[in-house]
């Protein structure tokens, strides 16, 4: 899927992009079908591992997933489509010409469960050499405006990099307050099922309760571009560039003159936003 010059402009002036319709009904036959196992699969957890992030609410006659964690790892079809041309395409025309996958995770938002996830930018998690980095959101049905879908704010990834710590933890959120009124130009990403939300590492973004009574999934992958070097963070160079879907491996990263805050300390035992977020409530 070739992206357009405005699509392009839009982009890099917003912080994100919606394409819609983009993925085929008979994928999203397929995505559905392995979401619903995934789900009953659930049933026989009864705390969150390292495969399911789970509400405390969550029960096996009544599941509450909030989110899957690196689905691309969990079933074939996470990372066939990950890796189709489909997405990586203008993910490749957005990062430069280079594109390195990084990671995915599919959240829910169940009728009851409390899955919001509060304003924060993708860049205090992970912040890199540069900010070529993107995530992909697959939207597997419908989004409406009462089932909690992605917000963005647009133009916020050309400014600052806010704190997302709490009491000296990281929290990965950030505090409306600090936030001011950016708020109030925040967009709904609302669109069919089968379209494509993009959203670029530092745009702030949140999502809130789904007030209906669907699923609401969402399937993410962050794409970086090749690079686009982790800081704080090491991996093995063979696996690290395995996951290069666009262009050939570097051993020199561009550095770019920009803010970017670490992400510790961090509450030992928990990998959890939802959870993490719940301490900006003291």
Not at 130 to 142: C, H, K, P, R, S
């Amino acid at each position: 899927m070739a992206l357009t010059t405005d699509q392009i402009g839009f982009y890099q002036d917003n912080g994100y992009l919606l394409l819609e319709q983009a993925i085929p009904s008979s994928v999203l036959t397929s995505l559905r079908e392995t979401v619903d196992h995934f789900i009953d699969a659930s049933r026989a957890v009864e705390v969150s591992n390292r495969i399911y992030d789970l509400d405390q609410s969550h029960s096996a006659d009544s599941p509450r997933v909030r989110r899957l964690k690196d689905p691309h790892l969990r079933d074939p079809l996470f990372k066939q489509i990950a890796e189709c041309p489909t997405i990586v395409d203008p993910v490749c025309e957005l990062l430069g010409g280079t594109v390195r996958f990084d990671h995915s995770k599919l959240n829910f938002k169940h009728p009851g469960a409390n899955a919001e996830i509060k304003w924060h930018q993708d860049w205090a998690f992970y912040p890199h050499t540069n900010d070529d980095i993107l995530a992909v959101g697959v939207l597997i049905e419908d989004c409406t405006p009462e089932c909690g879908p992605l917000m963005v704010i647009p133009g916020s990834h050309k400014g600052p990099v806010f704190d997302h710590h709490h009491n000296g933890i990281f929290a990965g959120g950030v505090n409306t307050d600090a936030i001011g009124n950016l708020v109030d130009k925040a967009v709904p990403l609302i669109a069919p099922a089968g379209s494509l939300t993009i959203h670029h590492v530092r745009t702030l973004h949140a999502s809130d309760n789904s007030s209906t009574n669907t699923l609401r999934p969402l399937l993410l992958f962050s794409y970086t571009a090749v690079d686009a070097f982790p800081i704080f963070s090491s991996y093995d160079l063979q696996e690290y560039d395995s996951r290069i879907l666009r262009g050939a491996p570097v051993h020199e990263g561009r550095m770019a003159a920009l803010p970017f805050r670490i992400h510790l300390p961090q509450e030992p035992g928990t990998d959890s936003i939802y959870d993490n977020q719940e301490s900006m409530q003291c």
